[in-house]
């Protein structure tokens, strides 16, 4: 059962244009979330983070936020740029839905963003 | 400059044969994971070490096996006992066990001949 979904596989945006990525989870135990760029045949680049007590983290062009009551949370990269185009995963950690810390990350299948000049 | 480096970028093995593939790190983390990604997958969680001398299985153990004997280094070995070990692996460190930003290498490529 996939504990964080990225129901969209893949996303175009216009260069300058707002690129939004979203992300949806089912643990409600999960306390800390992550975003993480990919480009083919190399590893996951770190982001942003975001822990459950705040709503809204920023860091240059990139946005997360967090609506816990949703189980929802979302990538907004503004301006978007065509250096931007990549696989992006979501992820997630937090006290396992059996009891018990786990901070082990579980992460989502990842959009592919795709930023046309 | 500090990272993470995994050798070699792509591995080729023959059937029923093991083979280890190499994840070093000089970036003073404690915590260290190998990970394992499939074509239109996530990455699923095959190891983890929290310190030295200390590690866990993931999700997807079985067929595996893994050694942290220095803080530096996370080899994996891929045993004859996975039956389907085509992928890319991932190893990962973070500064502590926790919730913190994992640090990915390049990946290595495995291949079955």
């Known amino acids: 059962d996939q504990q964080v979904k990225q129901n969209s596989p893949s996303l175009s945006v216009q260069e300058g244009r707002i690129s939004i990525l979203n992300c949806d989870y089912t643990?409600?135990?999960?306390?800390?979330f992550l975003w993480y760029k990919k480009y083919p045949a190399e590893g996951p680049t770190f982001l942003i983070s975001i822990s459950s007590i705040k709503d809204k983290n920023e860091d240059g062009r990139f946005t997360v936020f967090l609506n816990k009551s949703a189980k929802h949370l979302s990538l907004h990269i503004v301006p978007s740029q065509p250096g931007d185009s990549a696989v992006y995963f979501c992820a997630a950690s937090g006290w396992s839905e059996s009891g018990g810390s786990n901070y082990k990350l579980t992460f989502g299948k990842g959009t592919l963003l795709t930023v046309n000049p | 400059d500090g990272g993470i480096t995994q050798s070699p970028k792509y591995l080729f093995r023959k059937e029923g044969q093991n083979v280890t593939l190499s994840c070093e790190q000089n970036l003073n983390h404690d915590a260290m994971y190998w990970y394992r990604q499939d074509p239109g997958q996530g990455l699923r969680l095959i190891y983890y070490?929290?310190?030295?001398?200390?590690?866990q299985k993931g999700d997807i153990a079985e067929g595996y096996s893994v050694s942290r004997e220095k803080k530096e280094s996370f080899p994996l070995t891929v045993t004859s006992a996975q039956k389907n070990p085509t992928a890319f692996y991932l190893c990962?460190?973070?500064?502590?066990?926790?919730?913190?930003?994992?640090?990915f290498g390049d990946g290595t490529r495995l291949s079955i001949l």
């Open positions: 990962a460190s973070s500064i502590q066990w926790g919730n913190q930003p994992q640090h």
């Open positions: 070490s929290q310190i030295v001398n200390d590690f």
């Open positions: 643990n409600s135990m999960f306390d800390y």
